[in-house]
């Protein structure tokens, strides 16, 4: 399969097995390490349904991370295995943005929702603006297998129908939690990679052994960077031991 058309498609393209086995249980072991953390220090976050959490490789003193679990993070994060699949996705030079972690909500009885990552810092006709004027991708690795993520296809170049938009948006009696005859669920297994561009329409299936590292990329846009916390990165002295250490430039 031509991943490159097929992501110009549908805005998505998933790729199984691109973690071996050895792979998949030492990063789940680094990253079990964050999260339990994180469950004690959010623990009020975690009962009010709080699914995900963010910044795993910064270096502030709180993170219970050390410098050799964050060197290998980043080490993924720069590898060629990861950079060069993504790369002719973007039109020109990309930089690591971010990382999270997407794991099962408290009360297994939690609604998914529906949205696009920019509706909760921009306006409509932002939105729309977004789809033709940058590029962020989702490359989320499942440490388990998982019921995975619901897309609508093609919606990352595509506005939403009146459907999609009173969903999205809950309006109309809506909510955003509604079925969309549009949407395509990908189930994941552990070690696959799902791509996927944070402009189309999309929410998280819960359930199962959900625990998925998400490593984002966006463009070379000072606008788009300005949401990368500088203590996530790597310090200047150890981005020689990177492939492509670039990535964390800008």
Known sequence: ?????????NGYCRIPNFLTPCQIGFYESIIQIFHQQWLV?????????????????TNKPHSPLNDSQRQALFQLIASRQLTETIRPLFANEFRFMGS????NPKNIHQKNYWHRDGQYHLSLEEQKKALTDSTVLHCRIALRD?????????SHHQWDSDNELSVRMQTDGRNNYDALETGNAIPLAAGDLLVFSANMIHRGLYGGDRLALDILYCDDNPELLSFRPKDCLPHSEHMKMFEVPSVFEG
């Open 100 to 103: 999270q972690l997407f794991f």
């Open 41 to 57: 220090d959010n623990a009020e976050n975690f009962e009010q349904g709080v699914l995900n959490s963010a910044y795993i490789t």
């Open 1 to 9: 399969m031509d991943l490159n058309k097929y992501y110009k498609d």
């Open 146 to 154: 998982e019921l995975g993520v619901e897309l609508v296809p093609g």
